[in-house]
């Protein structure tokens, strides 16, 4: 599609495009629609081969030291056992228990996922024990390599994007392997760690097709990944109208504090505010789908909709420019079902 050139899926970071090949990874992948994981399990991912983890790690240390973004994000508590690891513009979740902790997103490399886990071993001090991915771009995914301890997971579809994404950019097969997920879901999957319920959820197609969140009910807190764009304009190169069903989906959960993976955002400060934000990101959506549903009414094309729909009252956000465009076909190929 022409529209496409120029634009990076991976929502505005720079990861580089190498000549590596691959081929698709064994692991374990689970399409029972509920699974508690056991200790068993756990033990099955610490026994990971350390060999391979140290191949991978040094091969990318490389890498990560010599691009992308820098790692000097910040660690900040939002409630009692609940804290972001936020760059300013992209944010990872993280769930402390008396157990181990639970990332929600590795970030864009090694240099920050290893970044993120040295504050958390500083602060928090309990080990990694599992890494929630909820969109399979780079700059949320591929830091995953610093995750060889923990069990990955990540949705059916992030599974299948991912791959997809690490062999159109000829990663090597022990790279693949180190960011892939060992365990995929369908609909829902529920951790029990510390005595907390950790519910990770499908709740439709949004920012990509393939999004998680994590829902802590007994803490009324839930993390939205790349769903929620807090103050940011909305990426949707890879994304779905459906979003706006999506972040409905969400909004009836039992939560009051609703985290985002886009910033800049204030959920540290004023985590109470949250709902009312995600209503505000979430109306960001419905304009533009309202905006290019009268041009779809009127007989407009593509290329009209998108100099038509302007919608100037977010040129303040970032990403406006470059995004604006994008949302605006999206949204028009979802109303005219062109796209699948
Ligand atoms: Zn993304």
Redo the contacts with the bound molecule.
Sequence with gaps: MAWRTGQNP??GSNIPRRGWIGRPHGNLTSRQEDIVLSKSVLALAFSLPLSLSLFVTEAIAAQAASSGPPADGKLEQIIPGHYVYSTGARISGIIATSEGVVVLDSLSNEAMARHERQLIAETIRQPVRYLISG?H?G??AYGNVAYQDAIRIGHENYKTDLLAEMKMNNMPTAQQAAILPHLTFRDRMTITLGGKGIQVLYIGRG??RGNAIVFVPQDRIVYLS?LFFDKRFP?MADGYADWIGTIDNALKLDADIFVPGQGPSSIASNPRMSREALVKARQVLVDYRDAVQREVARGATEDQAVAAVLLPQYRDMVGYYEQRPVVVRRMYQGLKGTRP
């Design positions: 991976n929502c969109t771009h700059n949320y920012h990509t790349e990426f």
